[in-house]
């Protein structure tokens, strides 16, 4: 069974600092190329980040550049990715998700391109 489980998300102050983790197992994710997006209430779900199955390719939406930073541990048989988001600030309220994508045929950037999603986890940002 593929899973994708989010955790680490909460409630904090602006400029404060979450660790979000996405454990993914089921298969070997570490051929998959990993993204996190996320979805604000009335907003379109949204490219947050994106890293290649080796790490060495990452991808930012220009919003978060320069504050969030994503990674990934590809252990036997079980992979996990990790966003670390620095200076949060109230527009980052949203459900973050985990997804993985084995060819990401429409780019890293493009939801459509993903097989397999987390249930997400809440981010809260208060002013």
């Known amino acids: 069974q593929v899973q994708l489980v989010e955790s680490g998300g909460g409630l904090v102050q602006a400029g404060g600092s979450l660790r979000l983790s996405c454990a993914a197992s089921?298969?070997?994710?570490?051929?998959?190329?990993m993204g996190w997006f996320r979805q604000a209430p009335g907003k379109e779900r949204e490219f947050v980040a994106a890293?290649?199955?080796?790490?060495?390719?990452?991808?930012?939406a220009d919003s978060v550049k320069g504050r969030f930073t994503i990674s990934r541990d590809n252990a036997k048989n079980k992979s996990t990715v990790y966003l670390q988001m620095n200076s949060l600030k109230p527009a980052a309220t949203a459900v973050y998700y985990c997804?993985?994508?084995?060819?990401?045929?429409?780019?890293?950037?493009?939801?459509?391109?993903?097989?397999?999603w987390g249930q997400g986890t809440q981010v809260t940002v208060s002013s």
């Open positions: 890293i290649t199955w080796s790490g060495s390719i990452t991808s930012y």
């Open positions: 997804a993985a994508a084995l060819r990401a045929a429409l780019g890293p950037r493009d939801d459509r391109g993903y097989e397999y």
């Open positions: 089921g298969r070997t994710f570490g051929s998959y190329t």
